[in-house]
């Protein structure tokens, strides 16, 4: 009985995923914004900038467009298998001679679907401020050897950048000069790798001690085409009427990484926008689910049951009512009074899934998208959220995921960085929610510290 109701939600899924398929050719959506990794390398010219490709640092982390809005949130909500099944009982209240009105089935199925995308456009709408903030956001570059601020969306290949100390860095940059004589920058990349400790850059050694404006003018970066491993660069540095220089990740500051310890670093940009690591490392922001919702579209399983029994259990009854009612119609010589043949099955069929489909509650999923939403909010406004050093609050980017924060099982930490003595020790552990302490060579349990516990017991 449970492998024919999952076969049943199976169907449904398989039902829905050809109508998306569908809807995916049509609309022809970009599901990533991943830039796949070409063979070969490209040559970018340092200080030369090629004036189409101005607004290549421009970055974008939202889903949708005013113009587009529509019909991918639809096809994204009509993924989801609840919503599937709501859209093709309202299709067969439409098409089929309905005891009832249609606008009883289409009237909640669009509340439904409207709530959903007020929530999600608005929640893509504070997406669309957080990329206007970036890409307007100013940077300095050096042209012609004077220190100019441009937005950060106009840096292109080719662009020099200036970044001063305690800055982020904009783009994908080949360092050429820093501040002071050794020809070191130091940067951390804990928006990266989540690494807090400090890492040092090196200007290519030909270049040590050069500022912006005594730059050798036809410098050219060879490198490869973008890769998504941040830990993975080479290229080659070409500097006129010298020998070429190998260059590998001891010479690239990273998008996301900060400038500390040096009060500004000089470097021209290879990679912008999408090309980035760190975009290449983003996930496409797509629907998620989470797992209280997995777990109440598992009891569709019960109710699609129960919904068949009732559905046929209402077809036999009426089919035995109409054949005593005939009998008593065929004594007086009237005609036929309840359809006949596969249609007529169909028609009655259909007629009680109108009648009985509420059994599916919409409200819930209207009410789960309600509370997620303000939870979303609630979380933002909580105090105790805020950072202490900047004053800002939490955001929930997806209020999809609330509820997870309130099921986490498994705790994972890890030591990053370098240990001083590179040695930890073993203080304490938590298993089944009974704490244990190491104390003089042996583990005890909170509980009692009189005699050791053996934990593999």
């Known amino acids: 009985m449970k492998d024919s109701g999952v076969s049943v939600v199976n169907f449904l899924e398989r039902l829905r995923e050809c109508v998306v398929s569908c809807c995916q050719l049509v609309f022809c959506f970009c599901r990533s914004n991943r830039v796949s990794a070409a ?8 200080g030369v900038v090629d004036e189409s490709k101005r607004k290549h640092n421009k970055i974008k982390t939202s889903k949708y467009t005013l113009l587009m809005f529509l019909p991918k949130n639809l096809m994204e909500q009509f993924r989801r298998v609840v919503n599937f099944y709501f859209l093709i009982v309202t299709v067969i209240a439409i098409f089929i001679d309905s005891p009832v009105s249609p606008l009883t089935s289409i009237a909640p199925l669009s509340f439904m679907v409207l709530v959903t995308a007020v929530k999600q456009g608005y929640e893509d709408w504070l997406r669309h401020m957080a990329d206007n903030k970036v890409n307007n956001q100013i940077v300095e570059i050096v042209y012609k050897g004077v220190i100019k601020e441009v937005r950060n969306s106009t840096i292109a ?54 500022t912006a404006d005594i730059i050798p003018q036809g410098i050219r970066i060879e490198v490869p085409q973008p890769v998504a491993d941040l830990y993975t660069f080479y290229g080659r540095l070409e500097i006129p009427g010298l020998d070429s220089l190998a260059l590998s990740t001891d010479n690239i500051m990273l998008r996301g990484s900060r400038v500390k310890n040096t009060e500004w670093a000089i470097g021209c940009a290879v990679y912008t926008g999408e090309e980035t690591k760190l975009a290449l490392n983003s996930k496409y922001t797509g629907n998620k689910f989470s797992s209280s919702e997995s777990a109440v579209n598992a009891f569709l399983v019960t109710l699609i049951y129960l919904l068949l029994f009732e559905m046929v259990g209402s077809l036999v009854a009426k089919i035995l009512i109409d054949i005593r009612e005939q009998k008593r119609m065929d004594v007086v010589g009237l005609p036929t009074v309840y359809p006949v043949g596969v249609m007529g099955v169909l028609q009655d069929l259909f007629s009680f899934l109108l009648l009985y489909y509420y059994i599916i509650p919409m409200s819930l999923y209207v009410t789960i998208e309600l509370y997620k939403f303000l939870g979303a909010l609630f979380i933002g406004w909580d105090k105790d959220l805020r950072c202490e050093e900047t004053g800002r609050p939490a955001v929930a980017n997806t209020s999809d995921l609330n509820e997870e924060l309130g099921q986490v099982e498994v705790l994972f930490s890890d030591k990053t960085g370098t240990l001083t003595k590179n040695l ?28 050791p516990v053996d934990i593999f017991q």
Do not use: H, W
């Open 39 to 46: 063979a070969g390398t490209r040559l970018v010219e340092v």
């Open 424 to 451: 930890m020790s073993f203080k304490a552990c938590s298993i089944n929610g009974q704490t244990y302490e190491e104390k003089d060579g042996k583990l005890y349990s909170s509980a009692c510290f009189e005699e």
């Open 157 to 210: 290949p080719g662009s020099l950048v200036r970044v001063k100390r305690g800055r982020e860095v904009p783009a994908d940059l080949v360092l050429l000069c820093s501040a002071g004589e050794t020809g070191r920058c130091y940067i951390t990349t804990a928006n990266l790798d989540g690494e807090t400790n400090l890492k040092t850059l090196r200007v290519p050694p030909t270049l040590v001690g050069y």
